[in-house]
């Protein structure tokens, strides 16, 4: 679709006027406004939105498609939903909460993290990555809320997972843990945690997971020699 391909050369203006005619077009047609093809396309819009920063836009689209997704899941029952329902259900979580963590609505954030959590286990198990980075991202949002209790045990929930799986992004997921570990003043498991993701990101190539692991033994390093 020309829209798609707009977006991803971020031809924003161009890729958002695409994706409206089309979606007027299948209207036209006897479309239903809450049909996946129109909410994957709502969905779209909304981050064309975001990046424009229409943030009014951007957050009742994706409570459109949160709520359009919400509806048929609730109505089809366990047993009547379709995958590719419950993969836009929630995708359309995931960039809502997104958003609002840019807005530092934090208690709705996680509520949609959650959400999204909770229909990735059901349509893929937790052995997912996609879940497993939700379950993360609910850790950071709890702590974002100085929940450190509830946000520790989620994280090390989601390293233990992420151990057990393998999951490209374990090492990143062990600094998150580190950050957290040095807000409750736990330097020496942070330290280890942060040493841990240092070698995971140094096997895998990860240079972004690289630069997380080391700026979290700095911050050890300077947190040490401050209390000396």
Avoid: W
């Avoid at 695409?18 to 006897?30: A, D, E, H």
């Avoid at 989620?154 to 992420?162: F, K, N, Q, W």
């Avoid at 843990?177 to 003043?185: A, D, S």
């Amino acid at each position: 679709m020309l829209a798609n391909l707009a977006m991803e050369a971020g031809e924003l203006e161009k890729a958002e006027k695409l994706f409206v005619n089309v979606m007027r077009r299948l209207v036209s047609k006897g479309v239903a406004q809450d049909d996946n093809a129109i909410v994957d396309m709502s969905l779209k819009l909304s981050k064309i939105y975001q990046k424009k920063g229409d943030m009014e836009k951007a957050e009742a689209g994706y409570k459109f498609c949160v709520e359009s997704q919400e509806q048929k899941c609730n109505a089809a029952g366990v047993v009547g939903r379709d995958n590719d329902t419950l993969y836009l259900y929630a995708k359309s979580c995931d960039g809502y909460a997104r958003l609002l963590l840019t807005r530092k609505k934090y208690a709705m954030a996680e509520s949609m993290f959650r959400a999204a959590y909770r229909i990735c286990l059901e349509a893929n198990g937790d052995g997912s990555s996609q879940c497993l980075v939700l379950l993360n991202d609910i850790g950071i949002t709890l702590s974002l809320q100085e929940k450190l209790e509830e946000a520790l045990k989620v994280l090390e929930d989601a390293v233990r997972l992420a151990e057990q799986l393998k999951a490209p992004e374990l090492a990143s997921f062990q600094v998150n843990l580190g950050v957290l570990l040095i807000q409750k003043g736990l330097i020496i498991e942070a330290e280890k945690s942060c040493k841990a993701a240092l070698g995971h990101a140094h096997k895998n190539k990860d240079e972004d997971a690289t630069q997380e692991a080391e700026a979290c033994l700095k911050s050890i390093h300077d947190l040490k020699a401050s209390n000396l």
